[in-house]
């Protein structure tokens, strides 16, 4: 099969945009997140750490009890409390938020690692846990091709579905959407009008630090069912990436996740339609990150970060 | 009394002064990763139950770039280091050179043509292809498609053997039962994205592979998770269906979804979805040096490949998989072993070899 051949097959089949789907779903969570925190000025570079505490908590919740619901819950948890972390230093303290979330992922790596062992019994990774149920639609299964990518996804495509258009209704649909983003444009202005500057940005970062967690534990228990030390292995990075590509806007983040997923998807089955040579193979999978230079490069000047992300509100 | 006394202090100090320290650095990932960790771990332990005073410390590699300096402090304090894993290679070649009084193991670590093996050093590496071309070869055997899958890591030799030896396994079948099993071969690039192998899994089931094989340590899990969820799906099982009900429904339906475990044995992780694991005696490789290191005399330096020949390398006994594969193929199985034990088999390790393997000289006695 040619290489054209190759790129037509995979897209005509289901499978690809199924995979390209799987790729996408912690970028989506993550992404969104980096919007809410950002969107109110407040820049979010920990997702990678809260990704992996969300990740653990619930694993060491669903360990415990055995119920993948309150592993979900209380992972959501986990991840606002070092939120919560990240919001209390930065806008209290005016800390420097860079500083600030790189220690948080610094804290995550630390406590998952000597917790690890304790809690599980080994390090490096737990055995297979419960996951959040996958969810069949037996009717939607059967129609050709699109039952083929919708019929059968974890619940979390669903939790998904409902945060993007949860989260693209709050920041463009109600009054308090409007103060994120004025908060996060012109925190001056929004303060003489009344907006409660620091109340708003709280908002936004603990909503970031729940999202974060969600795409975490998407790849420990809604994908895998076992949660690893390393994960989620630079997935909060390119979660940065999307977040950047789609504007700041949580419809746009999921597309640019999409593309990214997309990439994915096309590497891995370009190696199974296609008989390459192992250094073609070892080149294909740096697709997503050439793809993400290229595509951030490119867009940099089209894109415009909230005036205000990254800068700390001091009452004068 | 006081001479009572003294002897005992006199033993004491005696024995305590024999005590063999054994220091293992681990590789990145450290232990837990069911793989060659806590395989080279268990062969410590090994020595430790059967050996004389041997004492035992382990020091987690958390980078690449923590390979030298764990080395060396392991040097310090130990009689044996043990490194652990194919990336140490250059570290571990440096360290010896430099505490030549201290003994070294390096497993799973080839020796490098250019360089020469220092005298305190003992390589164990393993003829991964031998165990990957029994493997093969049940699984051509079990498959209902006629493709089989390869999920590998990075680009590893010990990785490229067992994907050479698998397809070699496969093409040995086809020419001894005139059949035309195809492998699907992807790599990762990675050792640490479960969700990666998963999805390659998927997408090799998407194009006909009913079997495949995880080959690539952490993002094998992703594999078997894979297998276990399609096969699920296509049994109409619950996630706790007991093993029984699964191995009904396989041959009800006629086929199923499998996985292929690696390094270890792996079957217990999804019983019923993990065919058969692919598996190297890490432990045993360690527990061969350290015994060895006891009696300086006896310490052998040098590379030692362990292959079929003295029980190295091999596959699981199918614990919970053992009734899908026909009897005639696990005779057959076992009468390849023996051949392979007395070199009367060359089973290929790269692709050259690979291309030109003609078992047409194969005979089974029955």
Known sequence: ?316 | MKKLLSFVLITLFVVSSFAFKVIMVTDVGGLGDKSFNDGAWAGVLMAERLLPNVEKKIIVSNEQTDYIPNLAQAAKEGDVVIGVGFMMADAIYNIATQYPDVFFIGIDIDPSPDQVIPKNLALYSFSEHEAGFLGGYVAASVTNSGILGFVGGQDLPPVKRYEIGYRAGVEAYNQLHDANVKVIVGYTGTFEEPAKGKQMTLSQYGSGADIVFACAGATGNGVIDAAKETGMSFYNLPANAPLEQVIDKYFEEGKGYFAIGVDVDQDYMAPGYVLLSITKKIDIATYEGISNAQSPRYFQSGHKLMGIADDGVGISPMKYTKGLVSNEILAELAYLQKLAKEGRIDIPSTEAELATLDVSYIEFPF
Do not use: C
Request: net charge neutral; aromatic share 12%.
């Open chain 1, 1 to 316: 099969m040619t290489w054209i051949q190759a790129i037509f097959t995979a897209l005509a089949s289901p499978l690809f945009y199924k995979l390209t789907i799987l790729s996408a779903l912690p970028l989506v969570f993550a992404g969104i997140g980096g919007v809410f925190s950002e969107i109110t000025g407040v820049t979010n570079i920990a997702l990678e750490g809260i990704m992996k505490l969300g990740g653990f908590v619930a694993a060491v919740f669903i360990f415990y009890t055995g119920n993948p619901w309150i592993g979900l819950l209380m992972g959501m948890i986990g991840g606002l409390v070092l939120a919560f972390l990240h919001a209390y230093v930065s806008i209290e303290w005016s800390a420097n938020q860079i500083v600030s979330a790189t220690a948080l992922i610094l804290i995550a790596q630390g406590t998952v690692g000597f917790l690890m062992k304790p809690i599980f019994g080994q390090e490096g990774q737990t055995d297979f846990l419960t996951k959040i149920p996958m969810i069949k639609i037996e009717p939607l299964k059967k129609v050709p091709f699109i039952g083929e990518i919708f019929g059968e996804l974890s619940a979390f495509f669903y939790i998904a579905i409902g945060v993007i258009i949860f989260s693209w209704f709050l920041l463009y649909k109600t009054p308090l959407g409007l103060r994120m983003r004025a908060v996060g444009e012109n925190p001056q202005a929004a303060d003489t009008l009344g907006v409660n500057v620091k109340g708003i940005r709280y908002f936004g970062v603990l909503m970031s630090g729940v999202l974060a967690a969600l795409g975490g534990m998407y790849i420990a228990i809604g994908d895998i069912g076992q949660f690893q030390e390393l994960m989620p292995a630079g997935k909060g990075f390119i979660a940065l990436a999307a977040m950047i590509l789609g504007n700041w806007n949580p419809v746009g983040t999921m597309w640019a996740a999409l593309l990214f997923g997309a990439a994915d998807a096309m590497n891995i089955q370009l190696q199974t339609l296609m008989e390459l040579p192992s250094e073609t193979k070892a080149l294909l999978n740096l697709l997503p990150f050439v793809l993400t230079i290229v595509v951030v490069g490119g867009f940099i000047g089209k894109t415009r970060a909230p005036a205000a992300s990254g800068v700390p509100y001091e009452k004068e």
